[in-house]
């Protein structure tokens, strides 16, 4: 009994010690897996696509640049994803003797063609039936020029217009060739003009003086 349970302790050891050294052939050789990933057309560097070894959970993630590394075995079929771009694969040769390798990895932009999509502003067809009844027909460009020609129109919109360049320099030099003018002189007081007062009365009848709504 004791030489049947040597035995059976030395054959589960030898098989897996067996096991182990097939798997390391399979696997091959480690070496240490660098590049970067560049676009196809423009050859600009890819940012953060994630490289994963095929059948893994094995791998990494791209830098800002599409630089990468990482361990991996001679043999491996390495995985390049990213989002706007076609999956792109490599294969590492089983043949390398260096236990380094570099790659420039390209990767195709991937164009999707979308079907048109139209977005309406009714919830169902009962808004969209009310919307056509209670619709205005829109105005003409003669209708809405007259409208915005009107004289009450530019009267209130002059009111909230500010000056232009041209404007402010004219007034401007307005202002100048008035103090030019009584330069080294004394500027009439308007207080004692009878003709200044007889418009301040004539505005305050018409109400020009009251406080606009």
Do not use: C
């Not at 054959?11 to 798997?23: D, H, P, V």
């Not at 792109?88 to 164009?111: E, G, H, K, V």
């Amino acid at each position: 009994m004791t030489i049947f349970r040597i035995t059976y302790i030395f054959l589960i050891i030898f098989f897996f010690s067996f096991k182990g050294e097939a798997q390391d052939s399979i696997k091959g050789r480690v070496i240490q897996f660098s590049g970067v990933v560049i676009t196809g057309d423009s050859l600009k560097p890819v940012p953060f696509v994630n490289i994963r070894i095929k059948g893994t959970s094995l791998g990494t993630l791209g830098n800002v640049e599409g630089f990468f590394s990482f361990v991996a075995y001679t043999g491996d079929t390495i995985l390049f994803s990213s989002v706007g771009y076609k999956l792109s694969t490599y294969y590492i040769p089983d043949s390398l003797i260096a236990d380094r390798y570099t790659l420039f990895q390209m990767m195709q932009n991937d164009t999707l063609l979308l079907t048109e999509s139209v977005i309406y502003p009714w919830s169902d067809i009962d808004a969209l039936e009310y919307a056509i009844i209670q619709h205005r027909v829109p105005e003409n460009d003669y209708d809405r020029a007259m409208k915005n020609l009107a004289r009450e129109e530019m009267k209130e919109r002059g009111k909230f217009m500010p000056m232009d360049g041209s404007m402010n320099y004219r007034h401007q030099m307005q202002q100048n060739v008035s103090k030019n003018y009584w330069n080294g002189g004394y500027m009439p007081n308007q207080l004692l003009n009878p003709f200044a007062w007889a418009q301040f009365f004539k505005a305050w009848k018409a109400g020009k003086f009251k406080k606009q709504d």
